[in-house]
């Protein structure tokens, strides 16, 4: 619906124009079956409708996703990544108002770089200002958007958690998780550089002396580059003290937010801290021993024993470039199908990276089985699975 089509124009004398003119509890019922962003666009109509609008929006807390997957850059002529055009159609039909995006996207096709456990072998740059710039402009202001590259993707297809998720190790693809306001959950960015890291930052940021803090994801760019290691570790630390669960990897770079406090090619980290008694999480690692499809399953199931809700409950995949098709002997999709196996309506999405940062943390009432050492956080040639649930 555009923003100039026109509305249809009822008989004022109509039994129809009085229920909907006055009756708030009809027309309620029937603008839960709109769109959000043609919700937005009807509210204008009246005070009622903008009430019933704002009332409707309260209740449409359900997470969603979008994804994508196209061609390869080398047989792509777009100039437009292919998840930012998915999303120009998605965003017509979703339920919920973003107030926090997470968007994965594959470095190769977004940031013309590619970083292979096997190569380091630098590309053009072919569309990369421009989607970014193009994903910002599609959700609202004051929409908070991480945007991640990496070597490689996991989706699951727009939509549908039922749907099979996929491991994308080259090619283009990308997704993007729309988190709405939700009562029980706060979701904050954070980012930090060598330049504004302190206990102070950290403490402002929630991921310390924060009682409320359940589920931290972050992401570390440019962890290679001389003072890294420490870095990554001065960020750790304090969050190996918490109880909360810690997931996330190394990745090429961040794209949105803009980074105006460190210089180009500076380390950082990005991350989303999600507090509040709704939030619930957990995770198991899949070390270098687990090498077949059995072992892969009988290490996901574990994360059975969170019980946690399969409803607004995402599957995140943090992997290796390492693992994948080559680990498992030419067999595609192992891991991802294990998922799907074990939480058949979860969505899994998720990122190849360069290491991986997490550990087996799985807390229900009386059963505990958690990792609190720093060093147990952070991996290489491993897999994090992790359950993220929101109310």
Not at 83 to 101: G, N, Q, R, S, Y
Not at 361 to 368: G, L, M, P, V
Request: glycine share 8%.
């Amino acid at each position: 619906m555009s923003e100039n089509e026109d509305i249809p124009v009822l008989d004022q004398d109509s039994k129809a124009a009085y229920v909907l003119s006055n009756v708030a509890e009809v027309v309620e019922r029937i603008l839960t079956f709109i769109p959000t962003k043609s919700l937005l666009r009807i509210a204008s109509v009246c005070r009622l409708w903008r009430n019933c609008a704002r009332r409707v929006l309260r209740t449409q807390q359900q997470l969603t996703w979008a994804s994508a997957s196209g061609p390869s850059s080398g047989s792509s002529s777009s100039d437009v990544h292919v998840l930012c055009d998915a999303l120009v159609e998605e965003v017509e039909k979703v339920f919920l108002l973003p107030k926090t995006v997470l968007a994965m996207v594959d470095s190769e096709t977004f940031n013309g770089q590619a970083f292979h456990y096997l190569q380091n072998k630098a590309k053009r740059n072919r569309h990369s200002f421009d989607s970014a710039e193009n994903l910002n402009r599609l959700f609202p202001k004051g929409c908070d958007i991480v945007g991640i590259t990496t070597p490689g993707i996991v989706l699951t297809p727009s939509g549908c958690c039922s749907g099979a998720p996929r491991e994308f190790q080259e090619g283009e693809a990308g997704f993007a998780v729309m988190f709405p306001n939700t009562e029980g959950v706060h979701i904050k960015p954070f980012h930090f550089c060598k330049r504004t890291i302190s206990p102070s930052a950290l403490k402002e940021a929630g991921l310390v002396d924060n009682p409320e803090l359940r589920v931290v994801l972050l992401f570390v760019y440019e962890a290679f580059k001389s003072g890294g290691a420490n870095f990554l570790t001065q960020v750790l630390e304090p969050l190996a003290k918490s109880k909360a669960l810690i997931a996330g990897g190394l990745v090429d770079a961040v794209f949105s937010p803009s980074r105006h406090c460190c210089s180009p090619g500076a380390y950082g980290v990005f991350g989303l801290a999600l507090s509040g008694p709704k939030v619930q999480g957990a995770s198991v690692l899949l070390d270098q021993d687990v090498s077949n499809a059995t072992a892969a399953e009988a290490a996901i199931r574990r994360l059975k024993a969170a019980k946690i809700p399969e409803k607004n409950t995402l599957g995140f995949m943090f992997a290796c470039v390492g693992r994948g098709l080559n680990y498992y002997n030419n067999q595609r999709n192992v891991e991802a199908d294990a998922f799907h196996k074990v939480f058949p309506n979860t969505p899994l999405l998720g990122l190849f990276g360069n290491g991986e940062i997490g550990c087996d943390r799985i807390i229900k009432d009386d059963y505990t089985l958690c990792d609190t050492d720093t060093d147990s956080l952070q991996h290489e040639y491993t897999t994090v699975m992790t359950l993220v649930h929101l109310g």
